[in-house]
């Protein structure tokens, strides 16, 4: 009777083998473990496996283990599926987010055709599926059935997801989803590999590049790589989709207005993200956030991101009466006094540099003084407008009996110009309107 308690009593005990560590010294009274040794003789020491001790106590067991057989066990990867989990209800304090039933139809598979499925975004009762090379809607507690004329009519259903539909056009967002933005009822991204940024609103997919920037969008996202980034994110301050493409620590950040239906501005800073809460915007900047259209406390500077000054500057063509050679004479504008022209050139004529308007102090009150200053580089006021004479700065041409500098106007069918204004003298700058001055060309 003694031999058979001690081996029921022994067995409900487990021999555990254990790693020694001892105790070397004590730093600011914290224990220091020494280095390990190891002694097959001593390493052993039991574990109990009954309840407080007892003879035939309960005894603890491992509990139900899942089994499940699977026939094939290597780990797939579904690019273009979708998977939900059980529901989540705060008030009765259900949480099945974690379960993941193999009984249940928990997946939805889009076209593989297609690409990857890149972005999802939910939206009222349907959920946008953004795949590589299309984008789709998903329906949400509802299905579609088509009758005889290819017509949808949406039934209500028990499936969580229903039927992917396609939005019209072979468009997607690429490998880009950082590119998205959305307001309202519009979305915006970018497909890299059509050179296309496009909006998905009410009316369907609408290439916004198109307008008037399709030349620049082929030349920029056409030489993309994989691992270059397109950050885009709304402006809610000015209404605006900004889009950053960057590659290779070069950029070019834009913005498209939806009021006028175009791009109107280039930007001077590189985000790595962009948002916007409330009425703000914000960008991120390593590792730091921005909060953009505030000044510095106690600064009137504008055109100031992520700590650095920039200019603004605006280009434009003159090409009146198209097909006349001109020889423009003089440029005028009507705004703030700080602008200058950095150039202005046709296809054969540069003139020079044109600086800003002299001190308001000094300026021209009566036509002496104006003629005083006429050979002064830079605008003059009159008559609440800014004019300068435009001095040639290009080589002799053959045939040429004066040239240089010592001529008035630059010849050409047309002229490009550049003005810029230097934002770190503080304030707001304005331009209102910009024009020119010329002659029929006579040599």
Avoid: C
Avoid at 301 to 313: C, I, L, M, W
């Amino acid at each position: 009777m003694s031999a058979t308690l001690n081996i029921k009593y022994f067995n409900s005990f487990w021999l555990k083998k254990i790693d020694s560590i001892t105790q070397e010294n004590t730093v600011n009274e914290v224990i220091v473990p020494g280095g390990y040794t190891s002694s097959n003789a001593n390493d052993w020491f039991i574990e109990e496996a009954r309840i407080r001790g007892g003879y035939n106590n309960t005894s603890v067991d491992f509990g139900v283990k899942a089994y499940l057989v699977e026939e094939e066990t290597r780990q797939q990867h579904r690019f273009n599926s979708i998977i939900y989990s059980g529901v989540f209800n705060s008030r009765t304090g259900i949480n099945r987010t974690n379960v993941f039933s193999v009984g249940e139809e928990i997946t939805k598979s889009a076209d593989p055709a297609n690409g990857s499925i890149q972005k999802l975004y939910a939206e009222d009762t349907n959920l946008i599926v953004l795949q590589e090379d299309k984008v789709s809607r998903a329906l949400i507690d509802k299905d579609a059935i088509y009758s005889a004329e290819g017509n949808a009519a949406v039934t209500s259903s028990t499936q969580v997801i229903g039927q992917i539909i396609p939005y019209a056009g072979n468009y997607g967002i690429s490998t880009n989803p950082e590119s998205f933005a959305v307001y309202g009822y519009r979305k915006y991204f970018t497909d890299r590999k059509r050179n296309a940024v496009l909006r998905l609103s009410m009316d369907g997919l609408t290439e916004i590049s198109s307008y008037g920037m399709q030349d620049f969008f082929r030349d920029n996202l056409g030489s993309l790589q994989v691992e270059d980034d397109i950050i885009g994110g709304w402006d809610i301050h000015n209404k605006n989709y900004t889009v950053s493409i960057q590659q290779n620590g070069d950029y070019k950040t834009l913005s498209f207005d939806d009021s006028v239906n175009g791009w109107t501005s280039f930007l001077s800073f590189k985000p790595d993200f962009i948002f916007s809460l409330n009425t703000s915007m914000y960008s991120a900047h390593d590792g730091k956030i921005w909060q953009h259209y505030t000044l510095e406390s106690g600064s009137t500077e504008r055109g100031k991101f992520y700590g650095v000054s920039n200019d603004s500057t605006v280009t434009f063509v003159f090409n009146g009466n198209q097909s006349l050679i001109k020889n423009f004479k003089t440029i005028n504008y009507e705004g703030s006094g700080d602008w200058e022209v950095n150039s202005m050139a046709t296809s054969s004529d540069v003139s020079l540099p044109i600086t800003k308007a002299i001190n308001i102090l000094t300026q021209a009150n009566n036509l002496a003084d104006l003629q005083n200053q006429i050979l002064q580089n830079n605008f003059k006021a009159k008559e609440n407008k800014y004019f300068a004479n435009l001095i040639n700065n290009t080589t002799s041409q053959p045939g040429e009996v004066l040239w240089g500098q010592d001529t008035s106007g630059i010849k050409g069918f047309f002229a490009t110009v550049e003005m810029s204004v230097d934002n770190s003298l503080g304030g707001k700058k304005e331009l209102f309107a910009v024009s020119t001055n010329y002659v029929e060309s006579s040599y």
